[in-house]
């Protein structure tokens, strides 16, 4: 009797831990990636100079990044900003991912304003 009990709770035991080993609600990506839409995508980040804005796009350092409704843009102070109130030419911290499948595609996922751009010596 003991031994059918004992091997009872073993057996409650085991599987317990495989379901807890098997749960995927819980949030595995480092906190780099934590914006990326997608856990098979790797969020970049880089200070890059803004060239130029368009109604759903940024160019920084020649390099065309779409901006969509998600993508969060900051100013100096933190504040939330619109796309149109960015200033060209300026530094920012941009993180953005590679669209899969598609060959020079980068999404925006923040751009955080970090001052004006340094210019460049002759």
Known sequence: ?????????????????????????KNTLPPDEETAPATDIKLHKDMLVLDDIGDDYVMFCNRIYEVNSRTTIRNERGTTIA????????EAMVSYYRKKGEYHTYVAVAIEVRGDAEPVPE
């Open 1 to 25: 009797m003991i031994q059918k009990i004992m091997l009872s709770l073993l057996i409650i035991g085991v599987t317990g831990m495989l379901a807890g080993a098997a749960d995927l609600s």
């Open 83 to 90: 796309l149109a109130s960015l200033t060209i030419p300026c």
